[in-house]
């Protein structure tokens, strides 16, 4: 069965420090991956998404994502973190059927310092 | 533009006593619907699915169940809450097959007592 898995449950960085999300897949064809972000008590928002093609993906508000199929990772990344990134982040792999299943990792909580 | 709405915001309910939370989107048409519920500090577990009108799956058993009266419109309800039915509940929609994107509600916070 797919999964995914999301090592870090909680994270801390300074702001202005690089950041790494990780996450690791377990599928068994070319998988369709995702990273969401959630802010607190809210809704979740797509940051970006690999289907094929160039293995670095660009999101939105300055992430991206490396795709490594010898890893079955997907990390996300971002240069210098800003104290509003502060949210919990999720790790998504796609599954094909008849209403495009997506399953959700764990998460990871990061926390910012100032 | 796409929106989609969630209420209530927050719920506080006794043990055995009904639910009915209501999602709907606008600006778009046959939209498939999903409900989620989180747990405090765990992911995302899909409850239930919609593609269509009156065309609703059940990712896993449980207290709840699902409805879809209108082509924007999807329901969850309880006939009696139990404790373990706590939780953040979230409604999203994508649209045709392949578009893959979800897009999520503000969500619900249930407490039950």
């Known amino acids: 069965a797919q999964s995914v898995t999301q090592p870090d449950i909680h994270i801390t960085v300074s702001e202005g420090a690089s950041l790494e999300l990780r996450c690791n897949y377990s599928?068994?064809?070319?998988?369709?991956l995702f990273w969401y972000v959630q802010s607190p008590g809210q809704g979740l928002q797509l940051l970006l998404k690999?289907?094929?093609?160039?293995?670095l993906v660009q999101g939105i508000k300055g992430f991206e994502a490396e795709f490594k199929r010898s890893q079955s990772s997907f990390n996300l990344r971002k240069p210098s973190v800003h104290w509003s990134d502060a949210a919990e982040y999720f790790c998504a792999v796609g599954e094909p059927t008849s209403y495009d299943k997506v399953i959700f990792g764990p998460g990871t909580s990061l926390s910012v310092i100032p | 533009s796409q929106t989609i709405h969630q209420w209530p915001a927050t719920l506080v309910q006794p043990v055995g006593s009904p639910l009915s939370l209501e999602c709907t989107v606008e600006?778009?048409?046959?939209?498939?619907l999903y409900w989620y519920r989180q747990a405090a500090g765990r992911g995302l577990q899909l409850l239930f699915y919609?593609?269509?009108?009156?065309?609703i799956s059940s990712e896993v058993p449980q207290n709840l169940s699902a409805s879809r009266p209108q082509d924007r419109q999807f329901i969850l309800s309880s006939k009696k809450l139990l404790l373990s039915d706590s939780g953040f509940y979230l409604c999203?929609?994508?649209?045709?097959?392949?578009?893959?994107?979800?897009?999520f509600g503000p969500g619900t916070r249930l407490t039950v007592t």
């Open positions: 599928y068994g064809a070319t998988p369709y």
């Open positions: 690999y289907f094929s093609g160039d293995t």
């Open positions: 999203a929609w994508s649209g045709d097959r392949g578009s893959w994107e979800q897009y």
């Open positions: 919609s593609v269509g009108i009156g065309q």
């Open positions: 600006g778009t048409s046959n939209p498939n």
